[in-house]
Nanobody, 121 residues
Framework: QVQLVESGGGLVQAGGSLRLSCAAS????????MGWYRQAPGKERELVAA???????YYADSVKGRFTISRDNAKKTVYLQMNSLRPEDTAIYYC???????????????WGQGTQVTVSS
C-alpha cells in the first residue's frame, strides 16, 4: 500500500506561482512512478504531469513550459512547480502513484486526497 498526502494548494492571482508537494509512505518510493492529475468543476479528471522512477517526464500540452514535475527520493516527495498560473488552472490537484509508468499515465493505483488550487483573474 502507498499513502499519498498533498500540500501546497491555495489561492493565487493569475500570473503567480505555487508549488505542490506530495509526500509518500508505505512503499519503496524510488520504485514508483508519480503523477499529478487535476479536476475542475464539471470536468473530468485529467493528467497534468508525470515522472517515472528514472526521471522521464510527461506534461499535458496545456501546462508545458509553465509547470515542472520533480521528485526527491530521499524525502519520498514529488513536487509540481506551477508558474504563470491562469484561471483555467483552477482545480483540485491530486497526486497519484503506480509501480509502472504506463499505469500512472492512465489508471494510477494510488491517489491522494487532493488539494485545491484557485487562480483568480
Amino acid at each position: 500500500q502507498v499513502q499519498l498526502v498533498e500540500s501546497g494548494g491555495g489561492l493565487v492571482q493569475a500570473g503567480g506561482s505555487l508549488r505542490l508537494s506530495c509526500a509518500a509512505s508505505g512503499s519503496i518510493f524510488s520504485w514508483n512512478s508519480m503523477g499529478w492529475y487535476r479536476q475542475a468543476p464539471g470536468k473530468e479528471r485529467e493528467l497534468v504531469a508525470a515522472i517515472s522512477s528514472v526521471g522521464n517526464t510527461y506534461y499535458a500540452d496545456s501546462v508545458k513550459g509553465r509547470f515542472t514535475i520533480s521528485r526527491d527520493n530521499a524525502k519520498k516527495t514529488v513536487y509540481l512547480q506551477m508558474n504563470s498560473l491562469r484561471p483555467e488552472d483552477t482545480a483540485i490537484y491530486y497526486c497519484a502513484a503506480s509501480m509502472a509508468y504506463s499505469k500512472v499515465l492512465s489508471t494510477p493505483d494510488y491517489w491522494g486526497q487532493g488539494t485545491q488550487v484557485t487562480v483568480s483573474s
